[in-house]
């Protein structure tokens, strides 16, 4: 193995570099031309830099000082021989601890297999550039799917057609009840062989008790079938029909109810058919202005959260009053009303 590096340092194999400049300090002294004549201190520091360098300190530590003048050997394949001699003889392979870009250097002619910028190397030759095999050789494997123009593709992403909407008319009672719709559609699909036939199907919709206009109830991938896209989703939007009687504010019930000026002064009963087929009689007692409103507490639209609650009952009304008042008909009114 040679000199031992770590034992002339005085120091242990797994020393730091903290402890290579602590046992260099101490020998310094030791090794001064006035003590030593013989000039050891250069041997010193010799050891210190071979140590302090992990590059050639593993080589040290691998080979010994044979290792650092080079006389390293080839690894040996199974039957023996070396992989780079012809076995009878010593290797002629030489270990030089350079940089990577020097190692580049002497076997393709230029360096850094991966920098950019192109400039020469201390050999001479080009540095090697990821440009080198083309535009990009990193691009090439990228969104354009192919190598170099070739035929080596990757896996596309099959997109999603836009969902198709259709209006569901529903009345208001269908609302207020909930019900059940069926819905046949026509559509293209394809078979296991990849041709396009045109199907029919039935779709059941179950309409809930309490929705609203614009509620949207989904059938997935319900679309036109076609090779390389997902079909479209296709979605139904509840459209709320007009009601002869009743109008929709969220979950209350709006009724409109005209009367006369009499009923409006001396009271009046309103009689109603609910939307489940009850029959609702409700007197009014107060006197009816035009911006009078009585409130029937849990009489309006589920709610579509909670179909167990409801929304109130709003009934307004419409005051009719007469064209023209005779004399006698204004004399009863002023005696009425002064």
Same mark, same amino acid.
Request: aromatic share 8%; hydrophobic share 35%; proline share 6%.
């Given at each position: ?22 046992? =260099? +300090? ?29 590059? *050639?300190?593993? $080589? %040290?530590?691998? %080979?010994?000082?044979?290792? $650092? ?24 392979? +030489?270990?030089?601890? !350079? ?32 440009? /080198?095999?083309?535009?990009?050789? %990193?691009?090439?494997?990228?969104? +354009? ?7 080596? =593709? ?17 009345? #208001? ?7 059940? *719709? ?14 396009? /036939?045109? !199907?029919?199907?039935?779709? !059941? ?12 109830? !989904? ?6 079938? =076609? ?15 007009? =009601? ?16 006369? #000026? ?12 609910? #939307? ?15 911006? %009078? ?21 709003? #009934? *307004? ?16 009114? *002023?005696?009425? $009303?002064?």
């Amino acid at each position: 193995m040679g000199v031992d590096y770590y034992k002339a340092l005085q120091v242990d194999r797994s020393a730091n570099d903290d402890d290579l400049k602590k046992a =260099h +300090r101490k020998l310094a002294m030791k090794w001064h031309p006035d003590k030593n004549p013989t000039n050891k201190k250069d041997d010193e520091s010799k050891f210190k830099q071979v140590l302090s360098d992990p590059q *050639k300190r593993a $080589l %040290y530590d691998q %080979y010994g000082e044979e290792g $650092l003048k080079g006389n390293v050997p080839l690894p040996t394949a199974a039957g023996g021989a070396s992989f780079f001699s012809s076995g009878d003889g010593p290797s002629p392979f +030489r270990f030089n601890p !350079t940089s990577a870009d020097d190692l580049f250097a002497e076997i393709f002619g230029f360096s850094n297999p991966f920098g950019g910028g192109g400039s020469a190397s201390a050999s001479g030759g080009q540095r090697f550039s990821s440009r /080198m095999f083309g535009d990009d050789m %990193y691009a090439s494997f990228g969104e +354009r799917g192919s190598v170099g123009g070739g035929s080596m =593709h990757h896996h596309t992403v099959a997109r999603k057609v836009d969902p198709i909407e259709n209006k569901l008319p529903c009345s #208001l009672e269908d609302l207020y009840k909930g019900t059940t *719709k069926k819905m046949k559609i026509s559509r293209e699909t394809v078979d296991v062989s990849g041709k396009v /036939m045109q !199907t029919e199907e039935i779709l !059941t919709i179950g309409v809930k008790p309490g929705w609203k206009k614009g509620t949207k109830i !989904t059938f997935p991938e319900k679309g036109n079938e =076609h090779p390389g896209v997902i079909p479209a989703d296709l979605v139904f939007i509840i459209n709320e029909k007009p =009601h002869l009687v009743f109008t929709r504010e969220g979950n209350d019930l709006i009724v409109t109810q005209k009367v006369s #000026l009499a009923d409006a002064l001396i009271g009046y009963t309103v009689n109603l058919t609910t #939307l489940d087929g009850r029959t609702l009689t409700i007197p009014v007692t107060n006197v009816i202005h035009p911006e %009078y409103g009585e409130v029937v507490p849990k009489e309006g639209m589920p709610l579509q959260k909670d179909q167990t609650k409801k929304g109130n009952l709003i #009934l *307004k009304f419409n005051v009719k009053f007469p064209a023209r008042l005779s004399a006698e008909q204004k004399a009863g009114f *002023k005696k009425l $009303l002064g």
